[in-house]
Nanobody, 127 residues
Framework: QVQLVESGGGLVQAGGSLRLSCAAS????????MGWFRQAPGKEREFVGR????????YYQDSVKGRFTISRDNTKNTVYLQMNSLKPEDTAVYYC????????????????????WGQGTQVTVSS
């Protein structure tokens, strides 16, 4: 079992930045690929990006490429989502998730790839 707790959400003006953290406990953190998803009101939960177990490989949804950066510190059991140049359309609840399965990079863009989820943290971007 892996417990995930997100933090760092809040209200920010368009063009601003936020850094989300996701702290993991319960199992060896470096055994899990990590993903970030988001869900806006009335919409499906969507993939934001993911990072490999070592942190050496990342992949992002097109709409956040160049603005968002995922990193991880396996010594602190934490994954981060640095969000810059925020837009009102980035407003959502952001979730981190952990995947134990070894699979193709494309597979990790799907919610079904992940075994554990955090409770989410709200990000609101005002115009």
């Amino acid at each position: 079992q892996v417990q995930l707790v997100e933090s760092g959400g809040g209200l920010v003006q368009a063009g601003g930045s936020l850094r989300l953290s996701c702290a993991a406990s319960g199992r060896t953190f470096s055994n899990y690929a990590m993903g970030w998803f988001r869900q806006a009101p009335g919409k499906e939960r969507e993939f934001v990006g993911r990072i490999s177990r070592s942190g050496g490989n990342t992949y992002y949804q097109d709409s956040v490429k160049g603005r968002f950066t995922i990193s991880r510190d396996n010594t602190k059991n934490t994954v981060y989502l640095q969000m810059n140049s925020l837009k009102p359309e980035d407003t959502a609840v952001y979730y981190c998730a952990a995947a134990s399965t070894y699979a193709s990079a494309r597979y990790y863009q799907q919610k079904e790839a992940y075994d554990y989820w955090g409770q989410g943290t709200q990000v609101t971007v005002s115009s």
